[in-house]
């Protein structure tokens, strides 16, 4: 017991005390005398140490703020990995969300907490030093180097709320608002799904909405009015919340009110002709379709504009604009994002009063600044033109100055041009040409001739519809973890890529750019041509059912590696395999005494969900949740 004791008291010292770790004992023992000799060193350096260290302007970390910690940032400090870095990290929220799951949080398909981990126990065992204050921006001085911030806590500071910071990199990963375009009432009336909060206040809200309804005192069309609700918005989110409430209403909510079960309606707006336009065509027929089949009221064409506490206004774009009200129980607003006000400010001083999203270049360094990076749904890639560098490229080929180029001479700069310009290779798939020179050969009529040689104005006219094929990457949150696994890439590589450069040739300029662009994620509209339910089980086919995430393309892909789908059903845009991926599949494989159709679904879900897990324990926590739903159904409580 006294031992025991001893050594209790021994890891308490050390628990409370961190430098006694620092105590070093060195016995030396000498051979010839027999004798020892017993030094020590503590954690404060003597005078001589001292005086051997170098000057600290030597060793002087490069600071990198980070302000968010969403998808774009924390992907940015996960794949952090050069320790000469000091990185301070300033949000308004001290943890990562994972928001492809918030649908279902709406729900309780899914716990809050689940789908949550800590920013500072993301970061706690880097190498890379990292801390973490819990702020929000509110103004940036680009000219000072200072991000000026504000505290979140409500307690008193003493005047203290307020401070700045100095940066050496600013990373702004801020994220974005929900846009209510002004219209009336929308602020006031209507719930939004962005952040945790907001899920668990829907989820309250739909609870109190049945509960309401089951008053006796109400009649028929009363309790029509209140079970009522209203999706603003055909994009990925607010299909997924109705897919999901429309789960949650016929396999739960009906059971425990089993009165209300036809006098509840899901009606879904969306003010263009289809939902999910940004995707693949047949994934959104298949989601209509799929909807019409299930009872939701889908509503295309239909612009709101006004919310009022009882009643939706919309104004119909065809038909004359008809404008017609109904009355609602819960409206949820999901129409798209706003800047926040704070980059709005930063903006007009950066000279890009007049852009919806901070502009970026293809390294995600923010125009018209040297060390300020910005990704995610904040910002936006300005893909230069290549009509615009037309004659630097032709001039940067024809090294002979020949004033002629040739099929050679654009081979040896090819790739570097593809690089920099990704709508070309986009261009060309459209056209189902395999190289820029077939766009050479197509100019001068003669497709057979491989000495061909062209100036400068058949140059331009073989890729004057080129830049038609520019798209702006769409604000999800695939993007943006690929755009800050790309930008951590940048920064490790960083000193090495100023020795030696590796991206693509400068046009305008001699040399290399540092370091290769973002150019694989600006192939979307190709991605976005080729995905299917079939083929990704993305949510856009599954959301209808209630059952789907984002299906998140890996940044560099790998496709080629992963065997899975051709037996499983999974996705050959998921993953590569890896250990979690690995450990995922091995655990929910004895499910398949189900039945084929039930595992190959269960395990498309689990993987495309759980392998984008942050943690082990959100992994955990997310297949217990799905778990007790499968085999206690949802909760109705209201907490």
């Not at 010839?32 to 005086?51: I, Q, V």
């Not at 943890?95 to 949550?116: C, D, H, K, N, Q």
């Not at 100036?455 to 520019?470: G, I, K, P, Y």
Request: aromatic share 8%; charged share 25%.
């Amino acid at each position: 017991m006294r031992i025991y004791t001893f050594f209790e008291k021994t890891s308490r010292a050390f628990h409370d005390h961190p430098s006694l770790s620092k105590l070093l004992l060195v016995v030396a023992v000498s051979g010839s005398a027999g004798g020892g000799l017993l030094a020590y060193s503590d954690s404060k350096p003597s005078e001589a140490a001292n005086l051997l260290a170098p000057p600290e302007t030597e060793n002087k970390k490069k600071k990198v703020v980070v302000l968010g910690t969403g998808w774009a940032g924390t992907s940015f400090l996960k794949n952090l990995k050069d320790p000469s870095f000091e990185v301070q990290v300033i949000s308004p929220r001290n943890y990562f969300a994972f928001t492809p799951l918030l649908p279902s949080v709406t729900v309780g398909t899914v716990e809050a907490r689940s789908i949550v981990e800590p920013i500072r126990k993301l970061v706690r065992k880097k190498n890379v030093d990292v801390r973490f204050w819990e702020a929000e921006c509110i103004s940036i001085d680009p000219a000072n180097k200072k991000v000026n911030c504000r505290s979140t806590q409500n307690a008193d500071l003493n005047g203290k709320a307020e401070f700045s910071v100095d940066y050496d990199y600013l990373v702004i990963a801020v994220g974005a608002r929900s846009n209510t375009f002004n219209t009336p009432g929308v602020e006031e009336n209507a719930h939004f799904l962005k952040e945790v909060e907001d899920a668990q206040k829907i989820r309250r809200s739909i609870i109190d909405c049945f509960e309401k309804a089951a008053l006796p005192t109400l009649s028929d069309e009363e309790r029509k009015k209140i079970l009522h609700f209203v999706v603003v918005g055909g994009g990925p989110t607010g299909v997924e919340f109705a897919a999901e409430l429309h789960d949650f209403v016929r396999e739960d909510l009906v059971k425990l009110h089993p009165k209300v079960k036809e006098l509840v309606k899901i009606t879904l707006l969306e003010a263009t002709d289809h939902i999910l336009n940004m995707f693949d065509k047949r994934i959104t027929e298949f989601a209509e379709e799929k909807f019409h089949r299930d009872g939701i009221d889908l509503k295309t064409g239909s612009m709101v504009v006004k919310v009022t506490d009882k009643e939706i206004t919309t104004k119909a774009l065809k038909n004359g604009g008809e404008v017609s009200s109904m009355p609602y129980g819960m409206v949820v607003w999901s129409t798209g994002i706003g800047t926040r006000p704070f980059i709005v400010d930063f903006m007009k001083q950066i000279g890009q009063a007049n852009r919806r999203a901070l502009g970026t270049d293809e390294w995600l360094r923010v125009e018209g600044t040297d060390n300020i990076y910005a990704l995610g749904d904040c910002a936006t890639i300005v893909q230069r033109k290549v009509m615009g560098d037309i004659a630097e490229i032709f001039k940067k080929a024809d090294k002979d100055n020949s004033g002629t180029l040739t099929v050679k001479e654009m081979q040896e700069v090819l790739d570097d041009i593809l690089e920099r310009y990704p709508q070309i290779e986009l261009y060309l798939k459209n056209r189902k040409m395999k190289s820029i020179v077939d766009l050479m050969k197509d100019a001068k009529g003669d497709k057979s001739k491989e000495s061909i040689e062209v100036n400068v104005e058949e140059f331009r006219s073989a890729l004057s519809q080129v830049d038609s094929q520019m798209k702006n990457l769409p604000a999800t949150a695939q993007v943006a973890a690929q755009q800050g696994t790309y930008l951590a890439d940048c920064f490790n590589r960083m000193e090495e890529c100023e020795k030696n450069p590796e991206g693509p040739i400068r046009i305008r300029g001699e040399g290399r750019h540092r370091i290769g662009t973002l150019g694989s994620l600006l192939h979307w509209e190709e991605s976005k041509q080729q995905l299917s339910y079939q083929e990704t089980g993305s949510p856009l086919g599954t959301a209808a059912s209630g059952c789907g995430i984002l299906c998140m393309r890996d940044y560099p892909i790998r496709a080629s590696s992963f065997r899975l789908h051709s037996t499983w059903g999974i996705s050959p845009w998921s993953q590569p395999p890896n250990l979690d991926l690995t450990i995922t599949f091995w655990l929910i494989k004895p499910i398949d005494w189900l039945g084929k159709k039930l595992s190959s679904k269960l395990i498309r879900r689990l993987v495309q969900n759980c392998s984008k897990q942050v943690s082990w324990r959100t992994r955990a926590c997310v297949v217990g949740d799905w778990m007790r739903r499968f085999i206690f159904g949802r909760d109705s409580s209201r907490i």
